[in-house]
């Protein structure tokens, strides 16, 4: 039998009881030293807002490569970027009043558009060449991408009612990958075609559930949790919020004038403030610093040329077509959102303007951001 002894309330405790004691007590020590050492930050903001791109960079600036399955599931997600993408293209034709013609129109001769002459094929069709796109299946593990597809590609991107569409792609959320592919179809066909860095960054899929990686950090490790923006998924986040440092909070700039995937009624940058002002709001994040990314500011510098703040946002006073004044109106947006709150003196919020898909600049953006992150964890130690 174990031996026992009393304890000075006169119970009496065996030696496994003690064992088990200090086995617990270790444990907790060893979570309490991982906590300390260990940051977490939760990735929030609504669909599109270039999330999944913050995370996919971070693995490029802190050198976690991507396994050869994953590099061949992102080849296999450019394809289907290419079919779907253009398939979700071609189906918002008639809410914007547009459509296909029936035949394609002969290509112009030498001194015409090049464009216009790609994949072209004397016969054709473009009713066949839709019937591919449609019925396309996903491709298996080292298929190369299916050479059909090429011309078919080519030629329906080329169409000008396509083109139109595309550049009205705002009014039907339509994926803003389409022409960095598109501009580059051949390479993408070639049979020894492996993504690089940037196809990676830029190829799409929906977040769907909670995804979880770790970073090495000099003296730290930090955590980073990316959940779905979709009102569907929102649902879900509740399960992260626990033992949050910092949350770094997304919103695309360029979508002040669009619609969400899931709601075409809905304004992605009104949807964006509503979940901001509710994150400000809930007493999980109080004393928890939120740092702001207004990403996606090289799509906003184009497209503010010619779709008017105003137009979506009435009470914008500053000079049209000047991305300037249209990035100090929503810093100043959210920033009073934020305050309303009311707890302005129990948190830090940095606003940063960003462009997820260019590498260089973000890796000078997060060495900033991770430094604000540590020191926050640092002072709650210390308290």
């Given at each position: 039998m174990g031996?026992?002894?009393?304890?000075p309330g006169?119970?009496?405790?065996?030696?496994?009881d003690?064992?088990m004691h200090?086995q617990?007590?270790?444990q907790?020590?060893?979570?309490?030293?991982?906590?300390?050492?260990?940051v977490?930050?939760l990735?929030?903001?609504?669909g599109?807002?270039?999330?999944s791109?913050?995370?996919?960079?971070?693995r490029l600036i802190?050198?976690?490569?991507?396994?050869v399955?994953?590099?061949e599931s992102?080849?296999q997600l450019v394809?289907?970027n290419?079919?779907?993408?253009?398939?979700?293209?071609l189906?918002?034709l008639?809410?914007?009043?547009?459509?296909?013609?029936?035949?394609?129109?002969?290509?112009p001769?030498?001194?015409?558009?090049a464009?216009?002459?790609?994949?072209?094929?004397?016969?054709a069709?473009?009713?066949?060449?839709?019937?591919?796109?449609t019925a396309a299946?996903?491709l298996r593990d080292?298929?190369?991408?299916?050479?059909?597809f090429?011309g078919?590609?080519?030629?329906?991107?080329?169409?000008?009612?396509?083109?139109?569409?595309w550049a009205?792609g705002?009014?039907?959320?339509?994926p803003?990958?389409?022409?960095?592919?598109f501009?580059d179809?051949?390479?993408l066909?070639d049979p020894?075609?492996?993504?690089t860095?940037?196809?990676i960054?830029?190829a799409?899929a929906?977040?769907i559930?909670?995804t979880?990686?770790?970073?090495?950090?000099?003296d730290?490790?930090?955590l980073?949790?990316?959940v779905g923006g979709?009102?569907s998924e929102r649902?879900?986040?509740i399960?992260c919020f626990?033992?949050?440092?910092?949350?770094?909070?997304?919103?695309?700039l360029?979508?002040?004038?669009?619609?969400?995937?899931?709601?075409?009624?809905?304004?992605?940058?009104q949807d964006?403030m509503t979940?901001?002002?509710?994150?400000?709001?809930?007493?999980?994040?109080k004393?928890?610093?939120i740092i702001?990314?207004?990403n996606?500011?090289d799509?906003f510098e184009?497209?503010?040329k010619?779709?008017?703040?105003?137009?979506f946002?009435?009470?914008?006073?500053?000079e049209?077509?000047?991305?300037?004044?249209?990035?100090?109106?929503?810093k100043?947006r959210?920033?009073r959102?934020a305050?309303k709150?009311?707890r302005?003196?129990?948190?830090?919020?940095?606003?940063?303007?960003t462009?997820a898909t260019d590498?260089e600049l973000?890796?000078?953006?997060m060495?900033a951001v991770?430094g604000?992150v540590?020191?926050?964890n640092?002072r709650?130690?210390m308290?």
């Amino acid at each position: 039998m174990g031996g026992c002894m009393s304890t000075p309330g006169g119970v009496e405790v065996s030696e496994r009881d003690r064992a088990m004691h200090k086995q617990a007590e270790k444990q907790l020590r060893e979570a309490r030293s991982k906590m300390q050492q260990q940051v977490k930050v939760l990735l929030l903001g609504s669909g599109d807002s270039g999330k999944s791109t913050i995370l996919k960079q971070m693995r490029l600036i802190h050198r976690v490569p991507f396994s050869v399955q994953e590099t061949e599931s992102f080849r296999q997600l450019v394809f289907d970027n290419l079919t779907r993408g253009l398939k979700y293209l071609l189906d918002a034709l008639p809410d914007m009043g547009l459509e296909l013609p029936v035949e394609y129109a002969p290509p112009p001769g030498e001194g015409g558009d090049a464009r216009a002459r790609a994949g072209w094929e004397d016969g054709a069709s473009i009713a066949a060449d839709l019937e591919l796109i449609t019925a396309a299946e996903d491709l298996r593990d080292g298929e190369a991408f299916p050479i059909r597809f090429l011309g078919p590609l080519q030629r329906l991107w080329g169409e000008d009612v396509v083109r139109t569409a595309w550049a009205r792609g705002n009014e039907a959320a339509v994926p803003e990958n389409l022409h960095y592919f598109f501009s580059d179809l051949p390479r993408l066909f070639d049979p020894a075609y492996v993504p690089t860095e940037q196809d990676i960054v830029r190829a799409r899929a929906r977040t769907i559930g909670i995804t979880e990686t770790t970073f090495a950090l000099r003296d730290h490790e930090m955590l980073m949790v990316d959940v779905g923006g979709q009102k569907s998924e929102r649902r879900k986040w509740i399960h992260c919020f626990q033992d949050v440092t910092s949350i770094l909070f997304l919103v695309s700039l360029s979508g002040y004038d669009q619609c969400l995937v899931e709601d075409r009624d809905a304004n992605q940058m009104q949807d964006a403030m509503t979940i901001w002002d509710s994150i400000c709001h809930s007493q999980w994040f109080k004393q928890t610093s939120i740092i702001l990314f207004l990403n996606k500011n090289d799509l906003f510098e184009q497209k503010i040329k010619t779709s008017d703040i105003r137009n979506f946002f009435p009470d914008f006073e500053g000079e049209a077509g000047s991305a300037h004044a249209g990035r100090d109106y929503f810093k100043k947006r959210f920033g009073r959102l934020a305050q309303k709150a009311g707890r302005a003196k129990d948190r830090e919020i940095y606003i940063h303007i960003t462009t997820a898909t260019d590498t260089e600049l973000l890796r000078v953006v997060m060495a900033a951001v991770e430094g604000s992150v540590v020191t926050k964890n640092i002072r709650a130690i210390m308290l």
